[in-house]
């Protein structure tokens, strides 16, 4: 069963920035397409960012509404994700959830994964 631990949510003012992170079990992080989904209270989930590394490669995809502003990124030797969130908006108000995609190349945000964290929820406000 893949481990999937998300840290680092808050409450942000308008304009302010939040980094996430998800500690990720070892088979799982060298294995499977990596991916930050988000839910808003009475929303659906959606894919924000994914990331895969195949070969010397590095693959990532973002949703456009957060492209400009999210970058997500990964830390091989400590087996974490993370998500560097800027320019925050309250639209941004969600419950985010580091995820896992099987496959052995990269994936998509509209990939459905097979593994999900518990979730850590980011407010923004004014």
């Known amino acids: 069963q893949a481990q999937l631990m998300e840290s680092g949510g808050g409450s942000v003012q308008i304009g302010g920035s939040l980094r996430l992170s998800c500690t990720v079990g070892e088979h799982t992080y060298n294995n499977y397409c990596l991916a930050w989904f988000r839910q808003a209270s009475g929303g659906e989930r959606e894919g924000v960012a994914t990331i895969r590394s195949v070969g010397r490669a590095t693959y990532t995809d973002y949703a456009r509404s957060v492209e400009d502003r999210f970058t997500i990124s990964k830390d091989n030797a400590k087996n974490t994700l993370y998500l560097e969130m800027n320019s925050l908006k309250p639209e941004d108000t969600a419950m985010y959830f580091c995820?896992?995609?099987?496959?052995?190349?990269?994936?998509?945000?509209?990939?459905?994964?097979?593994?999900w964290g518990q979730g850590t929820q980011v407010t923004v406000s004014s």
């Open positions: 995820a896992a995609v099987r496959t052995s190349l990269r994936c998509w945000i509209r990939d459905v994964p097979d593994y």
